[in-house]
């Protein structure tokens, strides 16, 4: 009664009904920026929240920080969800955070692990695959990032995709995995048991080898421990690896099958790298992905620091015979700069087999052979001269 005859003697009722101002929260926390219905809501007025959304006109979207709803989810505030909901004062998937994550209201309860709020967002068809702005994780990606079990199990039994990527790629296992929350991954593999996933967790814990190796990012015992893991697993579901022929690049070694197996090369740091690109190998030319010569392209390189020309040229040629099975096919400046980093550093190259791998990438049959990669051509040939001239420089000393 009384907040209807302020607002019907107030000759600017907008104004009055947005000023703001600090005060202390039901639960004895200082507010700042908030408004009086932010107040009738913290104090489960509601019969004053009604006056003031439906005579005062006072703006729901106008919290302390971020829309009233999201903000009575962070809280945990289920009666003011209740309220600002059923009376349709609030859309709960329209509504989203303001700042750069742009998170819905079931991603903000999942986030906060309010159990009862996720619940009654899902009665009220709360759509599951929206996606964070930031990281593109859905509530499900959310649940697995955090390890919340009993979410993770409601969110699946609701509907939600164990498929769908985020921005970086990654699928809410993966994202389990790389969290170390693997009784989600035993859920999640209960679930869906299929090679692609395996495949997933596999390309997950290969790509952090040849990422992070030699890092202080390296995670060496969570390496170990997923392989050990997916390893079980595999046996467990009877979902068996299809491996590539060896072949000599790799030293004739194959990708670890039994936990026996990965007990042998667990400690050795370079056969884990091999390890880590028979996976990627066995899995991304499968897919046809391009970020296979990618890795194969570092590994060149990384050979040529360690003065190992012949390797080098072995993995050059096998990137090349790789792309003629593949859709994508490298520019020849990536092959260029392998031979130009080889004659920088002042060591014998072998020049044979130089002169065998520029023959086989420049002078077989190049359809879509445009302009840049014909100065290419013309740069490595040039390179080619020098690295003859210095290798007859060599042997007349």
């Known amino acids: 009664m009384i907040v209807r005859e302020i607002l019907s003697h107030s000759p600017n009722i907008v104004k009055i009904v947005e000023l703001r101002g600090r005060m202390h ?16 809501l913290d104090r489960a007025h509601f019969t004053v929240a ?11 979207n106008h919290g302390s920080l971020h829309p009233l709803l999201i903000d009575a989810v962070i809280r945990g505030r289920l009666d003011i969800v209740h309220f600002l909901v059923d009376n349709d004062y609030a859309d709960i998937n329209q509504t989203k955070t303001n700042d750069e994550h742009g998170c819905s209201n079931l991603i903000e309860s999942v986030t906060y692990g309010h159990t009862s709020i996720v619940e009654d967002l899902i009665r009220k068809n709360a759509k599951l695959e929206l996606k964070t702005s930031t990281d593109g994780n859905t509530a499900l990606a959310v649940a697995a990032i955090k390890g919340n079990l009993e979410l993770v199990q409601f969110l699946y039994m609701a509907g939600a995709s164990l498929s769908i990527r985020n921005h970086a790629n990654k699928t809410p296992i993966r994202l389990a995995a790389e969290n170390e929350h693997f009784n989600v991954v035993d859920y999640f593999l209960e679930q869906d048991h299929d090679a692609a996933v395996f495949n997933d967790l596999e390309l997950a814990v290969a790509s952090h080898i040849l ?10 015992e969570w390496v170990i421990e997923l392989f050990r893991y997916l390893l079980a697993k595999r046996i467990q579901f009877n979902v068996p690896k299809n491996i590539l022929e060896p072949t000599d690049l790799y030293g004739y070694q194959q990708e670890c099958q039994t936990i026996d197996e990965f007990n042998q090369i667990q400690s ?21 992905d391009n970020k296979l010569l990618s890795w194969l392209f570092d590994r060149a390189m990384v050979l040529i620091t360690k003065g190992q020309f012949d390797q080098c040229l072995d993995v050059v040629l096998h990137i090349y015979h790789l792309s003629q099975r593949s859709e994508y096919q490298p520019s020849l ?12 550093s002042k060591e014998p190259i ?9 023959d086989l990438i420049f002078k077989s049959s190049t359809p879509n052979f445009n302009h840049s990669h014909k100065r290419d051509k013309f740069y490595l040939l040039d390179l080619g001269s020098k690295v003859r001239q210095s290798f007859h420089e060599e042997i007349h000393r």
């Not at 990422?211 to 060496?220: A, E, G, I």
């Open 25 to 40: 929260s039901s639960d004895g926390d200082l507010v700042n920026n908030v408004t009086a219905l932010w107040c009738a």
């Open 50 to 60: 009604h006056t003031l959304i439906d005579i005062g006109k006072a703006n729901v």
């Open 211 to 220: 990422t992070y190796r030699n890092t202080s990012n390296y995670k060496s």
């Open 268 to 288: 050795n740091d370079d056969r884990l790298h091999v390890e880590a690109l028979l996976i990627q190998e066995r899995i991304l030319l499968n897919d046809k």
């Open 333 to 344: 400046k990536q092959y260029f700069w392998i031979f130009y980093t080889m004659f920088r």
């Open 350 to 358: 072998p020049d044979h087999r130089f002169w065998e791998t520029c």
